[in-house]
């Protein structure tokens, strides 16, 4: 038996990278998710932290990153409690 079961319909906590480089202005629009940028400046990855409504939320942002471009590298479940 799953101990942190997860449903599509409750809060969770995410990460997730993307290839390049997205600004802090998009923040609002990506959920409220924290934006933070690491790697060099040829490799840059943006990884987004933080927690979401549901999954339908995290659908959004997730559509939100492809129409911009972005290439997908890490999506990651956070326990609300970590």
């Known amino acids: 038996m799953m101990k942190n079961h997860l449903h599509l319909d409750e809060p969770a906590k995410y990460r997730i990278q993307v290839q390049g480089i997205l ?5 609002e629009s990506m ?8 790697g060099s400046q040829d490799q ?3 990884t987004l932290t933080g927690e979401l409504l549901d ?3 995290l659908m959004g942002v997730l559509n939100g990153l492809y ?5 997908l590298l890490s999506v990651e479940y956070q326990s ?3």
């Open 44 to 46: 840059p990855v943006t």
């Open 31 to 38: 959920g409220g998710l924290e934006i933070s940028v690491t």
């Open 23 to 27: 600004g802090q202005q998009w923040s």
């Open 80 to 82: 609300l409690s970590s």
């Open 67 to 71: 129409s911009l471009g972005y290439a």
């Open 55 to 57: 999954q339908a939320a």
